[in-house]
């Protein structure tokens, strides 16, 4: 007998909704808040009432690009945390009350563990392109950088991660001091195409096990902008391209050497990437390099499962409904937890 799921997103700025059937993705639609651009980031209390505007037709085009009917839903699976507290509320209130109205089980769904599972949502029956556990997965994001060992759907554990700024964190606040528009990450990703990622030398933490750090990088990217435009007021300008590739070659020269020190340690050869970062064309590049290099097979998601959406949230919670993991009416979101 067939599963389908309903899967909500609402931890951030995109209030996205999808329908997987069988691990297969029916539909996933997704509604970006521009309102944040002016601002140069996230504004918690925008994004909650853009939710509560999104919500209902987000819903509604998720079913009906699927085909499926409200009654046809096996359960609704939605992100409880961690996120944006107004954000996760909208879509923790809607997924209960739809529920509730259907009279089905509702899943919740850890918005870490949903970007992980990313790799499992199939585009046709035929799609086995995902990982065999156990695998190893970077989680790069604007607010997380972890290595990931992946034993099951349901045992992950995290073997490394940042103790200050993640990698997506790092781009968009050096992008925003050299007065690139937000989110800045993408931006910085095209101008390093015709950069010298040589051209500056920066910050390389020295932090000992698997751990990540960013914070000394922003630093010294700061410090290198502010001394030599005291030299002369147009060097961003003169040289942007030249800073974004030699910023995004470090920030991945970073992640690569501790993710590289992991498989060492841990023997897994499987490797999957997974979180906005993920989409950096240099970042899979490196992933790519990495695999001929030393024999890994690695995993990259397409770009659309990169960020924010709900056919994550969805698979998560298709396999969760088979283990009858269902979350109860009372369960209250959460802005910060562990994976």
Not at 180 to 186: A, F, H, K
Not at 242 to 251: E, G, M, R, V, W
Request: charge should be neutral; charged fraction near 20%.
């Amino acid at each position: 007998m067939s599963v389908t799921i309903l899967g909500i997103e609402s931890s951030c700025d995109d209030t996205s909704a999808a329908v997987i059937r069988d691990e297969v993705m029916l539909s996933n639609v997704i509604a970006s808040q521009a309102v944040h651009e002016a601002y140069g980031g996230v504004v918690p209390e925008l994004a909650s009432r853009a939710h509560q505007q999104n919500i209902i037709p987000v819903v509604s085009e998720a079913l009906k690009r699927a085909g499926v009917k409200p009654e046809e839903l096996n359960a609704v699976a939605f992100t409880r945390g961690p996120g944006l507290m107004g954000s996760l509320l909208v879509g923790t209130s809607f997924a209960k009350g739809f529920t509730t109205a259907l009279n089905i089980p509702l899943v919740d769904v850890n918005h870490l563990q949903a970007h992980v599972m990313a790799h499992f949502i199939k585009r046709s029956p035929d799609d086995n392109t995902r990982p065999p556990f156990p695998f190893l997965c970077l989680l790069v994001s604007g607010g997380n950088s972890q290595i990931i060992k992946v034993e099951a759907y349901n045992k992950m554990s995290v073997i490394g991660q940042t103790i200050d700024d993640a990698a997506g964190e790092a781009f968009d606040k050096c992008a925003k001091v050299m007065g690139l528009s937000y989110p800045g990450g993408p931006i910085v990703d095209r101008l390093a195409k015709e950069g010298n990622p040589k051209a500056f030398a920066l910050n390389k933490p020295h932090i000992p096990g698997l751990d990540y750090s960013f914070s000394g990088l922003k630093t010294s990217f700061l410090y290198l902008l502010r001394d030599r435009v005291k030299e002369d007021p147009d060097f961003i300008e003169k040289n942007k391209n030249d800073l974004c590739a030699s910023l995004q070659a470090t920030i991945v020269d970073i992640l690569m050497d501790k993710l590289y020190k992991a498989v060492k340690q841990t023997g897994i050869k499987h490797v999957a990437v997974a979180g906005g970062v993920s989409a950096n064309s240099a970042v899979r590049g490196a992933f790519e390099e990495y695999a001929r290099r030393y024999g890994w097979t690695v995993y990259l998601p397409l770009l659309s499962f990169t960020t924010d959406n709900a056919a994550m949230v969805a698979i998560t919670g298709y396999y969760k409904y088979l283990d009858k993991e269902f979350c109860s009416i009372e369960k209250a979101p959460f802005a910060r937890v562990e994976l």
